[in-house]
C-alpha cells in the first residue's frame, strides 16, 4: 500500500511558475514509477508526465513539453512537477500517482495508487 500527498498548489498568474510536490509514505518508493495528471471541470483525466523508478526515462503531454520537468529523490521519497510558462489552460486539479511496474506510463489505467490532488489555477 502507498499513500500520496501532493502539495504546491495555489492561484498563479499567466506566465508564471509552481513547482508540485508528491510525497510518498512507505519505504518502497524507488520501485514505482511516478506519473503526474490532471483534471479539469468537465474534462477527463489527462496525462502530464511520468518518470520511471530509476529516473531515467521520463515523458510528458505534449501540452506541456518544453514547459514542465518531472523529477525525483528517492532518498526523500518524493515526485516534484516544475511548472514554467504557466498558461490558463493549465487550470486544472493535478493528481499524482504510482505504478507497480516501475516504468511511468501515459496511460492512466496503469496506475495503481493515486493522491487526492491539488489544485491549479492560472489567471489571463
Known amino acids: 500500500q502507498v499513500q500520496l500527498a501532493e502539495s504546491g498548489g495555489g492561484l498563479v498568474q499567466a506566465g508564471g511558475s509552481l513547482r508540485l510536490s508528491c510525497a510518498a509514505s512507505g519505504r518502497t518508493f524507488n520501485r514505482y514509477g511516478m506519473g503526474w495528471f490532471r483534471q479539469a471541470p468537465g474534462k477527463e483525466r489527462e496525462f502530464v508526465a511520468a518518470i520511471s523508478k530509476s529516473g531515467g526515462n521520463t515523458n510528458y503531454g505534449d501540452s506541456v513539453k518544453g514547459r514542465f520537468t518531472i523529477s525525483r529523490d528517492n532518498a526523500k521519497a518524493t515526485v516534484y512537477l516544475q511548472m514554467n510558462s504557466l498558461k490558463p489552460e493549465d487550470t486544472a486539479v493535478y493528481y499524482c500517482?504510482?505504478?507497480?511496474w516501475g516504468l511511468g506510463y501515459q496511460d492512466k489505467h496503469e496506475y495503481e495508487y493515486w493522491g487526492q490532488g491539488t489544485q491549479v489555477t492560472v489567471s489571463s
Open positions: 500517482a504510482a505504478d507497480l
